[in-house]
Every structure is written in C-alpha cells, then in structure tokens.
C-alpha cells in the first residue's frame, strides 16, 4: 500500500541543541493528539467508513506517519548533543534514565502512550467529528510550541506541520459533508 520515499516530507532543521524544547515537542510523538495517535486512528477507522470517504482516511492516516518521522527527527536533533545534566535541567530526567536519548512513544509529562487516546465508534460522521476535534488540538499544540520556541528553523517545521493540521481538517469536514447528503437521501418525509 505504501511507497516509502528516503525523505522528510519536510526538511526539518534545527539551529542548536535544545532539549526543553525537545520536551513539549515529544507531546506529537507519543500524546493524545499526536501524530503516531493519528495515524492509528485514521488507518483504523477507514474500515468501518464508507467507500465514497474511505481516501480521504487513507491519505491523512499515511501522511500522519510522514509527520511522526518528522516529529522523531526534531526530538532526535534537539538532544543529540544534550548532556545528560541537560537533558534533567529540561525535565527529561525520567526519561534519560530510562532511554537515554532513544525515541519513545509519550507524552510531554512522561505518559507512556495507550491505544485509549482515540476511538473507532463506528459512526462514520460520529468518527469523523472525533477526526476533526484532533487535527485541531494537534493545529492548537503546534501554534503553543511555537509561541514557546525561539528557534526560526525548528518553527519553519513545525508551522508547515500546523498548516497541514489545518488541511487535514479541512478534508475532514468536506468528508462529513459528503456523508450527511448521503445520509439525508436516504431520508423519506
């Protein structure tokens, strides 16, 4: 199903080491409303959707995975030079101790991530609100990172990463729209 290309979707660059903000960026990685809970959650409710939006979760759940390597290769960057006193002083203490400075799937505050940060109702419509409700808190995460960071080249990434959220949104939305008509023609007065 997949063509995989040896290349970011994205360039990522970053202008110096900086494990705090490797810290919150880890929320994409492996948070609620990050990318690797995205793509599980759009490849997995593609087969229960209807054929006429079924693209639309194969596109989006595809690219999220484009978007978690991007993530993991921010994080990597940002503490690949990090000495282990940095890497505390940034509040990844925890996770230095257990990892060092190998990627794993959690949140910013260290929870390890779950299969309960998203659902598969069943309800197309009902799945795609959810669909919708996550690329916008992702948008929301990225603009607040941002408005943290002071690094021009990490914020071309992440801001390329915020407008796709938005995209993705978009397309989700025209997807309810195609299935509400659809849905009203099988209606009868």
Sequence with gaps: MWYYEKKLQY??????????????????????????????????????IPDKVIAVLNDIGTEELAHLEMIATMVYKLTKDASAEQMKEAGLGAHYA???????????????????YFQAKGDPITDLYEDIAAEEKARATYQWIINMSDDPDLNDGLKFL????????????????????????????
């Design 98 to 116: 257990d990892h060092d400075k190998a990627l794993f799937f959690h949140n910013a505050a260290g929870a390890p991530f779950t299969a309960t």
């Design 11 to 48: 360039p990522v660059k970053v202008s110096e080491c900086n494990p705090r903000l490797a810290k919150f960026l880890i929320e994409q990685y492996g948070g609620a409303d990050g990318e690797l809970a995205a793509a599980l959650r759009y490849l997995n409710q593609r087969y229960s």
């Design 162 to 189: 915020r407008e796709r959220e938005i995209v993705h949104s978009m397309r989700f939305r025209e997807a309810v729209e195609i299935l509400k008509e659809e849905r009203d023609k099988k209606v009868y007065f």
